[in-house]
C-alpha cells in the first residue's frame, strides 16, 4: 500500500497525448482541482494541528501556480527558461526548511515569516520574469552549459538542476529516515514536482502532479489523525479506544487476555520513569508478536490487552504462555542515566561498560472465553478478575476464568532478576 503513491507518478507522462483531447471544461477542472484539495489539507491540517502538512501543501501550490503562469510561453523562451531553472533550484531549498524549522501555527508570528519566506522567492522570480527578462537572458548566458544542457529529451530539466535536486532529496531521506510516512511524501511530492518541471509547456500534467501531491498529504493526515486518536504514542501499539472499537463487533466466540507487567512500580521507583517506558516498549515489542490470531492493545498504564477472535480458550492459551516465556526470557539492559547524548559516543561506548545492569521483566496474564449472551465488558471483568489470581498465586503465570483461587502463598520476586 505505501508503494501506491510512486507507482501512480508514472501516469500523467503515460496519459500525457489524452490530456490534449479534454475538453476546456474538463481542462479547467483539472486546473482547478489543486485548489479545492489544497483547502482540504489546509482545514485538515488546522483540525490535527499538523503545521507542517500545511505548509508542504501551501508550498505546492506556490510552486504551481508560478508554473501555471510560465506555461503561457514557449519553453525556449531565454527569460522563461531562466526562471524554470532558478525555480527548480529554489524548489528542494524550501523543501528542506520546512521539514527542518519547528512546525509552528500558520497564523503566529512566526508562521507569517515562514509564509513570507515561502512566497518570497517565487513572487521574486515572477516579478524577474514579468519586468526584467532582459536580465534573466544576460544570467542565463553566464551560466555554465551543465545548468543550461537538458537531461533528457522533452524534458526541460538540466543535468546540474537534476544532480541539484537529488542531492537536496537525499539529505532531506537521510534526516527522516526514522519516519517512514514523512520519507514516503517527501519522495513522492519531490518527484512529482520535478516532473512538473520538466514539462512546464503541459500546465494539464503539472495540475495532476498537485492532485497526486495534494491527495498523498490528505493520505498522510488521515494517518495522523487516526495515530492520534487510536495508537498509543509511547508503545505505537492500538490504545483503549482502539480496543472499545474493536470490540463493538468481536463475533461469537473470543478469548480476552489481560496483561500486566509485575511489580511495575518497584520498578518505577528503582531505576525511573525513562528506563520504565524503556520496559513499557519491550513488552509491548514482545507481545506483539502473539499468535494465534491475537490482537494487541494497551489498555493503560503497565496493562496490556489481547482479544483472540473465533478462538477458544484452550487454543488460545499455548499463544499466551509463549509470550510470557518470550518477555520473561528477554535481557533487559538497563541504560546509564549519564549515557553519552551524542550517538557516535554512545555506539563507542557500548559493551565497555560492565557496569550496566541487565533485569529480566515477567507478566502476569487472565484470560476468559465469553460466554452466551456475555458482553465484552463482563469478559473483561472476568479476565481482570484472573488476572489478580495470577498476581496472588505468585506472579509470572497465566490463570484462566474458570480457575478457583487458591491459598494465598508467599509471592515470589523473580520480576527482576538481575545478571552480571
Known amino acids: 500500500m505505501t508503494a501506491i503513491p510512486l507507482i501512480l507518478l508514472p501516469l500523467p507522462l503515460i496519459f ?20 479545492l484539495l489544497t483547502l482540504v489539507v489546509v482545514l485538515l491540517g488546522l483540525g490535527l494541528k499538523h503545521y507542517r502538512a500545511v505548509w508542504l501543501s501551501l508550498h505546492l501550490v506556490l510552486a504551481g501556480a508560478m508554473l501555471q503562469l510560465l506555461a503561457a ?7 522563461q527558461y531562466m526562471t524554470l531553472l532558478l525555480a527548480s533550484l529554489i524548489w528542494p531549498v524550501l523543501q528542506w526548511v520546512i521539514l527542518l524549522l519547528p512546525d509552528r501555527h500558520l497564523l503566529s508570528r512566526n508562521g507569517m515569516r515562514r509564509l513570507c519566506l515561502l512566497a518570497g522567492p517565487y513572487a521574486s522570480l515572477l516579478l524577474l520574469w514579468h519586468y526584467a527578462p532582459l536580465t534573466l537572458t544576460e544570467w542565463l548566458l553566464a551560466l555554465p552549459p551543465v545548468l ?5 529529451t522533452g524534458l526541460t530539466l538540466s543535468h546540474g538542476a537534476l544532480v541539484w535536486n537529488l542531492v537536496w532529496l537525499a539529505l532531506c531521506l537521510g534526516f527522516l529516515r526514522s519516519r517512514p510516512l514523512d520519507t514516503l511524501v517527501t519522495l513522492t ?15 494539464l500534467i503539472g495540475s495532476l502532479y498537485q492532485v497526486l501531491s495534494q491527495l498523498i498529504l490528505i493520505g498522510a493526515l488521515v494517518h495522523h489523525g487516526y495515530s492520534m486518536a487510536f495508537l498509543d504514542t509511547l508503545t505505537g501499539v492500538p490504545g483503549r479506544r482502539a480496543l472499545e472499537h474493536y470490540l463493538q463487533t468481536p463475533g461469537r466466540q473470543y478469548v480476552i487476555a489481560m496483561l500486566d507487567i509485575d511489580h511495575f512500580k518497584q520498578f518505577n521507583d528503582r531505576y525511573g520513569h525513562d528506563t520504565g517506558d524503556q520496559v ?29 477472535r473465533r478462538r477458544s480458550e484452550a487454543e488460545a492459551l499455548p499463544a499466551l504462555e509463549t509470550i510470557r516465556e518470550k518477555v520473561a526470557s528477554y535481557p533487559l539492559a538497563i541504560r546509564d542515566a549519564k549515557r553519552p547524548k551524542s550517538n557516535e559516543k554512545g555506539r563507542q ?34 479476565a481482570d478478575q484472573a488476572l489478580y489470581m495470577a498476581k496472588e498465586q505468585g506472579r509470572n503465570c497465566v490463570r484462566t476464568g474458570r480457575e478457583r483461587p487458591r491459598q494465598k502463598r508467599r509471592s515470589r520476586t523473580d520480576f527482576a532478576r538481575e545478571t552480571a
Open 16 to 35: 500525457e497525448s489524452r490530456l490534449l483531447q479534454l475538453s476546456d471544461d474538463q481542462q479547467l477542472m483539472i486546473r482547478t482541482l489543486p485548489l
Open 73 to 79: 510561453q514557449s519553453a525556449t523562451n531565454p527569460a
Open 148 to 152: 543550461i544542457e537538458y537531461t533528457f
Open 189 to 203: 511530492l519531490s518527484i512529482a514536482m520535478l516532473l512538473s518541471l520538466a514539462k512546464p509547456d503541459l500546465p
Open 280 to 308: 513499557l516498549r519491550m513488552v509491548a515489542s514482545q507481545l506483539n508478536t502473539v499468535q494465534a490470531g491475537g490482537r494487541l492493545f494497551r489498555y493503560g498504564g503497565e496493562e496490556f490487552t489481547v482479544v483472540f
Open 349 to 382: 561506548k557500548r559493551g565497555k561498560d560492565a557496569q550496566n545492569k541487565v533485569v529480566n521483566v515477567t507478566i502476569s496474564i487472565g484470560a476468559c472465553e465469553n460466554q452466551p449472551d456475555e458482553t465484552p465488558t463482563q469478559v473483561i471483568k472476568r
